[in-house]
């Protein structure tokens, strides 16, 4: 199994331009989270979806726009880029079997806008 | 949803025990606590999950009071390799404990810092 895997790894946009980050997982698991990292700080929730179809809104999702079409796949869209938005980017999916209840995260991708 | 608090930072020496408590006054009947480790650059990764008493694992142990209203961590013997940031997580996602709202809200974390 690959797990949770995130692309691109590296990306530097420029002010306004547009981009989508890449989320998939291989585990069939219903719920997935997009998260943001800020230098120095914690976690924070942009975006989560409990099943295809089902998306909802974390603590910071202005700016940014997600879709779950399938189980696996779960991308994340920047529509104009600010610098505010110059962050790591963390997806993350979650097993919610009763034996094994926890957040699988991927790798994460670094942006950021110039 | 229950709102964590832990303290910011904790150093410690290699071979110590360390305990670190996060408090969470508002958990709910649903909720289960859940610690996750960071090291720079990567994801949070599992550590340990409980819902009550105490859970322990080849890692780590979790000490959960019966009012749940706060958890502990306990590392022992830590090593320089535990370096990390150390988040509470307190959600109620499992099916298996009938929740379904699935919104994991991270705490600011506890940066450990492990001493030779």
């Known amino acids: 199994n690959a797990g949770v895997t995130q692309t691109p790894k590296f990306r530097i946009l420029k002010i306004g331009q547009s981009m989508t980050l890449q989320c998939t997982q291989d585990?069939?698991?219903?719920?997935m989270y997009w998260y943001r990292q800020d230098p120095g700080m914690g976690l924070k929730l942009i975006y989560y979806?409990?099943?295809?179809?089902?998306?909802d809104k974390g603590e910071v999702p202005n700016g940014y726009n997600v879709s779950r079409s399938t189980t696996e796949d779960f991308p994340l869209r920047l529509e104009l880029a600010a610098p505010s938005q110059t962050s790591v980017y963390f997806c993350?999916?979650?097993?919610?079997?009763?034996?094994?209840?926890?957040?699988?995260f991927g790798s994460g991708t670094q942006l950021s806008v110039l | 949803l229950a709102k964590t608090t832990q303290p910011i930072s904790m150093d410690s020496y290699e071979g110590q025990e360390v305990n670190i408590t996060c408090s969470h006054n508002n958990i709910a009947t649903n909720d289960y606590i859940t610690w996750y480790q960071q090291f720079p650059s990567q994801g949070p990764r599992f550590i340990i999950q409980g819902y009550k008493t105490k859970v322990t694992n080849e890692v780590a142990s979790l000490f959960i009071p019966a009012d749940r209203k706060s958890s502990t961590l306990s590392l022992p013997r830590v090593s320089l390799s535990d370096t990390a940031v150390y988040y509470c997580?307190?959600?109620?996602?499992?099916?298996?404990?009938?929740?379904?709202?699935?919104?994991?809200?991270f705490g600011k974390g506890t940066k450990l810092s492990v001493k030779p």
């Open positions: 979806s409990v099943g295809a179809g089902i998306t």
């Open positions: 585990m069939n698991h219903n719920y």
């Open positions: 993350a999916s979650f097993s919610d079997t009763a034996t094994n209840e926890k957040l699988f």
């Open positions: 997580l307190v959600g109620d996602t499992a099916s298996y404990y009938g929740g379904s709202q699935g919104n994991l809200i």
